[in-house]
C-alpha cells in the first residue's frame, strides 16, 4: 500500500538539506570571483575571514570584486557610497536580488558592517573614518567567525592584501567623438601571503561591463611591498 508524507516531515527534509548546503558553502576556503581577477589574487578567489583593501576611488574594481560571489549565490552588501547606482552594479555582473545598499552609514558606519557581517558573507565599504586597530582586530575576528569578507575603499590594518588601479586607458573615442565602450587598467595585487606583487591588464569595465582579463604576470613592485609592510 502507498505511502503519504506528511507536510511536516516534508519541510523537516528541505530543512535538513538547505543546512547541509549552507555548511558546504561556510566549508569553502574562498569565495569565488570573475576569472579576470582569479589569476592574481592570493588565492583563486576571495578568502573567507579576509580584509581587502581597495582604491578609494575605485568603485568599479569594488563592483568587479562582488560580481563573483553574488553570481555563485552569495549575498553582498555595500556601505558608505551614495553615489553607487545600481544600473552600473549590474552591468559589472552583480546580481541585484542578492545586493543590499546602505548609502549613508555616518560615523555609526563601523556598528552597520559589524552588523552586516553576522549575516552578510561579502561587504564593500567605503568608511566614512578612520579606523583603530582595535575595531579592525575585532571586526577582523567576527569575519573569521563568520567566515566573510570585507572589501575596504580605502587603507585597512592588517589587511590580507592591497590592490591597487593604475595606467588607465580608455577606448571608443576616435579623432575626439565617438562613445567610450572599455577601459583598460593595471591591477596590481601585493598580500601577506604573496610579497612578490601579481598585475594584470584587465579591462574594467569590458564592452559589456564586466570585467575582462588580458595579460596576468608577477612582478618585484616596491613601492606596493613597502605599502603592505605598513599596512600589516
Not at 552594479?89 to 558606519?109: C, H, N, T, Y
Not at 571608443?172 to 583598460?184: A, C, F, I, N
Amino acid at each position: 500500500m502507498a505511502t503519504t508524507r506528511s507536510a511536516p516531515a516534508d519541510l523537516a527534509q528541505l530543512r535538513d538539506r538547505l543546512a547541509r548546503v549552507e555548511r558546504r558553502q561556510a566549508d569553502a576556503p574562498v569565495l569565488p570571483v570573475l576569472p579576470a581577477l582569479a589569476g592574481i589574487l592570493p588565492e583563486p578567489g576571495l578568502r573567507r575571514g579576509s580584509v581587502y583593501a581597495l582604491p578609494e576611488a575605485s568603485t568599479s574594481l569594488l563592483l568587479a570584486l562582488l560580481a563573483g560571489p553574488s553570481q555563485a549565490g552569495s549575498w553582498c552588501a555595500v556601505v558608505g557610497l551614495p553615489t553607487l547606482g545600481v544600473e552600473a552594479a549590474e552591468d559589472f555582473g552583480v546580481v541585484l536580488d542578492r545586493l543590499a545598499l546602505v548609502s549613508e552609514p555616518g560615523q555609526r558606519w563601523l556598528t552597520v558592517v559589524s552588523a552586516l557581517a553576522e549575516v552578510v558573507p561579502v561587504i564593500g565599504v567605503r568608511p566614512g573614518s578612520g579606523v583603530r586597530p582595535a575595531d579592525a582586530a575585532r571586526l577582523g575576528a567576527r569575519l573569521r567567525d563568520r567566515g566573510g569578507v570585507l572589501l575596504v575603499a580605502g587603507d585597512w590594518p592588517n589587511a590580507h592584501a592591497v590592490l591597487d588601479v593604475q595606467d588607465p586607458v580608455w577606448s571608443g573615442l576616435e579623432d575626439g567623438h565617438g562613445l567610450l565602450q572599455s577601459r583598460e587598467v593595471t591591477v596590481t595585487v601585493v598580500s601577506r601571503r604573496s610579497p612578490v606583487p601579481r598585475r594584470a591588464r584587465i579591462e574594467l569595465p569590458g564592452p559589456d561591463g564586466a570585467a575582462v582579463g588580458l595579460a596576468p604576470r608577477i612582478e618585484e613592485t616596491p613601492q606596493l611591498s613597502t605599502a603592505l609592510t605598513a599596512v600589516g
